[in-house]
């Protein structure tokens, strides 16, 4: 049905095999890449600290001033890993979910995931200052990414036990289920961005819009094991995914556990997005544009995919992120807008040049 | 000692107090250039637009969504803000550059304005000028409560925020708006309900007010008299049937700093002419 089209694309399948020095190629390319983008995000920012500077004095054991050191390892450091992380875990996240469902516009926000965490976080947003004082005081400042994530998580498990008849997971079932929850969340965030007050409206606007100019390492503390073991995870699924493609019945009689691979599927998009929305806000077009580019160019299969989805999310969403706080310097663009603004275009461009994507 | 050695010496010369100062806050920025420390600014949030000047300084983005870096950038020594101003992420590496962030009430009300001025000038160092300015202030508080004690008849007033596709948001009690309309001598057609709300027809028709006030702005929220007249809950309002919409610069009206004595007095010279003019 759907997309055997675009998974395999007909005679291309057939030598698979010979696209895989080609990715090879592309993977070592985009690792220089994002190590590059890493180095420059490092060293530009408004605040003028060279990295060249910095690390000179590290070299020659002269202190650095309160400053540099601020600027460098309170700021950009943990802004770069965020960045790396979130980046790489929401192409990781669209490309799996566009496998699993064999479907080109499957991506987190399509099931639902999305939605839910964005749920979370306008409740912690509008409702947190209910909360009692004791409770507050432990969640603090964490609050809003601790109830995105929340909202991710409970998002997908209800999808996953209305999709589930007797130990399977019918995709169909969920693509739909998730479109419904999807527009439910949307209603309650609706609900209370009506009882919201004017403060909290601009929060939950700039919220939207996604940021990682809040990235501190107490929140990469919280969220880097979630993403990290999601994205280690994730490449165990490729020969599984490559599988699907064929069809559920095809992949069975390949000798793959599809159910089990399913459940892996579903478990690894929610805790990648569920974590990367609580730490970034609604950060748009990395999971659909990603694996798009790279199916054009490297081809279909997952076990290069995966990884090179990972490497170019990663350093898609550092570039953004230096436009992002480079172009209205002291200021800030939220990051949604960049993406969205870079994301638009390409995503049209790959749709006017390959049609045959998404024709069924 | 020597600690209170360097606070004479910072009160005897001000300017060697801190004097790389942003302000976040378009109340605060106002106050800063009234007491005549503006030379020191080097920094301003999106929310600070008067007086005009202030927009020559580099602005750092909205109040509630500050970059640290971008805020590093500028090398302040001083940063005031805001009680809104965040996010907390930005105040704590503030703090760890050692550079002090100091939050200042935003409550819409006489007192938190004078408790501003303190404040400010208090943190710059400008005691006195702060002094005098509080003392300027309350002389006009003053003569503005003697001008609103003339009112017998309060009017019901209504505060229009926005009317985007003709759905009518309005200020409700513990809002800014709600304290102007009082400051002026009227009281708020709408006070069962706190904040800014849509109002349904049925409910502007039910509060009657005999004063529409709005804030003058072009583009989708603007709102022209003949709009007003259309409306079909406005125009049958007795504001709108005897004309009585009165339109005001909105951080003017809404600002709470140097200006709200008198952007209260015109408003109250605007709902009550007559007695406007007996009072001088």
Known sequence: ?360 | MIRAALATLMLITPAAAQDRVVVIGGGLAEIVYALGQDHRLVGRDTTASFPPAVNDLPDVGYMRALSPEGLLQLDPDLILASEGAGPLETIQIMQAADVPFVQITEAPSVDAVMERVEMVAQHLHAQDAGAALVADLRAAFATLAHQTAQVTVPQRAMFVLSAQGGRINAAGRDTGASAMIELAGAVNAFDDFAGYRLLTDESIAAAAPDVIVMMDRDGDHALSDAEIASHPALGLTPAAQNGQIIRMNGIYLLGFGPRTAQAAHDLHKAIYPSLAHQGG
Do not use: C
């Not at chain 1, 050191?69 to 890993?81: A, G, N, Q, S, T």
């Not at chain 1, 516009?105 to 965490?117: E, Y």
């Not at chain 1, 996604?210 to 020969?239: E, N, T």
């Open chain 1, 1 to 360: 049905m759907v997309a055997l089209s675009f998974l395999s694309r007909g005679p291309d399948a057939a030598v698979a095999g010979d696209r895989a020095p080609r990715a090879r190629a592309t993977l070592a390319a985009l690792s220089v890449f994002v190590a590059g983008v890493s180095l420059l995000s490092l060293g530009v920012g408004a605040a003028g600290v060279s990295l060249s500077d910095v690390a000179w004095k590290l070299a020659s054991g002269e202190a650095l001033s309160l400053r540099e050191r601020v600027v460098i390892f309170d700021i950009r450091l943990p802004r770069l890993l965020t960045g790396l992380l979130v980046g790489a875990s929401l192409a990781v996240s669209g490309a799996v979910m566009q496998g699993l469902f064999r479907n080109p516009l499957a991506d987190p926000g399509i099931v639902g995931v999305g939605a839910g965490a964005g749920l979370g976080a306008v409740l912690a947003i509008v409702l947190g200052g209910m909360l009692p004082a004791a409770l507050l005081g432990v969640a603090g400042m964490h609050l809003v990414p601790l109830a995105a994530f929340l909202g991710g998580w409970v998002t997908t498990l209800v999808l996953y036990r209305v999709s589930t008849r007797r130990g399977r997971t019918s995709v169909a079932t969920m693509l739909l289920a998730g479109i419904a929850l999807g527009a439910l969340a949307g209603a309650l965030t609706g609900i209370l961005v009506y009882i919201a007050d004017d403060q909290q409206l601009r929060d939950l606007t700039f919220w939207g819009l996604g940021s990682l100019a809040g990235a501190s390492w107490a929140k990469l503390a919280a969220a880097a094991p979630i993403m990290g073991l999601a994205l280690v995870g994730a490449p165990v699924l490729a020969r599984a995914l490559n599988g699907l493609a064929l069809g559920e019945g095809a992949a069975a009689h390949m000798g793959i556990p599809v159910q089990r691979m399913k459940n892996m599927a579903i478990l690894t998009v929610a805790a990648a997005t569920g974590a990367a929305v609580a730490v970034s806000g609604g950060i748009g077009f990395i999971g659909i544009v990603v694996p798009h580019l790279l199916r054009l160019a490297i081809g279909p299969d997952h076990r290069f995919v995966l990884p090179a989805a990972a490497l170019l999310g990663a350093g898609l969403l550092l570039l953004a992120d230096m436009i992002a706080r480079l172009v209205i310097a002291p200021a800030e663009l939220p990051i949604g807008i960049v993406t969205a603004v870079l994301g638009g275009p390409v995503f049209l461009w790959i749709l006017l040049r390959r049609r045959g994507i998404v024709d069924m």
